[in-house]
T-cell receptor, first 111, second 109 residues
Framework: GENVEQHPSTLSVQEGDSAVIKCTYS??????FPWYKQELGKGPQLIID?????GEKKDQRIAVTLNKTAKHFSLHITETQPEDSAVYFC??????????FGAGTTVTVRA | NAGVTQTPKFQVLKTGQSMTLQCAQDMNHNSMYWYRQDPGMGLRLIYY???????DKGEVPNGYNVSRLNKREFSLRLESAAPSQTSVYFC????????FGSGTRLTVV
């Protein structure tokens, strides 16, 4: 499958600060880039996604940026809150049927 | 509530035993998937079904079989469980956006 690298593996931020997670991928044909949040004991939930014809997308405190030339995309969380603490996964789709996931980033927001 | 339902939530098996993980969705999605989640490795695709009546192998299919029973249901079977299959298993369905179930935590001893 697609090779997706996600960094960092853990991230600790002070409440109110910003958090940034970066993913790189290998297949230039990939065209769909979602981000998922997973809370303890639950399945991943989609929080934001971007398609290859868009460079940036924002939804309240969350934004995703895509650089297709460099084959990387990033999740930005501003004004972090304790409820943002979770594991975040990036994913890449080569076709509409399969997602390849990064290894995940554990985000801890310190009060 | 609409979504993806997985059963059971927890299971302990002895090496060599068999079992079937059940998954059902009520969103009328065409595509369904089985992933496994292991620490530090993200989610890896085991099998998927692009539409009713079709199934295809994913990244890690060895030791598993699947059945797309109808449009709603997609089951995963372990014929002879091994300790390496200890994992958390997630079912998902999609049209354009994926929805995941809450997972089955499987331990093989």
């Amino acid at each position: 499958g697609e090779n997706v690298e996600q960094h960092p593996s853990t991230l600790s931020v002070q409440e109110g600060d910003s958090a940034v997670i970066k993913c790189t991928y290998s297949d230039s044909a990939s065209n769909y880039f979602p981000w998922y949040k997973q809370e303890l004991g639950k399945g991943p939930q989609l929080i934001i996604d971007i398609r290859s014809n868009v460079g940036e997308k924002k939804d309240q405190r969350i934004a995703v940026t895509l650089n297709k030339t460099a084959k990387h995309f990033s999740l930005h969380i501003t004004e972090t809150q304790p409820e943002d603490s979770a594991v975040y996964f990036c994913a890449v789709s080569e076709t509409r049927y399969k997602l390849s996931f990064g290894a995940g980033t554990t985000v801890t927001v310190r009060a | 509530n609409a979504g993806v339902t997985q059963t059971p939530k927890f299971q302990v098996l002895k090496t060599g035993q068999s079992m079937t993980l059940q998954c059902a969705q009520d969103m009328n999605h065409n595509s369904m998937y089985w992933y496994r989640q292991d620490p530090g490795m993200g989610l890896r695709l085991i099998y998927y079904s692009a539409s009713e009546g079709t199934t295809d192998k994913g990244e890690v299919p060895n030791g598993y079989n699947v059945s797309r029973l109808n449009k709603r249901e997609f089951s995963l079977r372990l014929e002879s469980a091994a300790p390496s299959q200890t994992s958390v298993y997630f079912c998902a369905s999609s049209d354009l956006v994926y929805t995941f179930g809450s997972g089955t935590r499987l331990t093989v001893v």
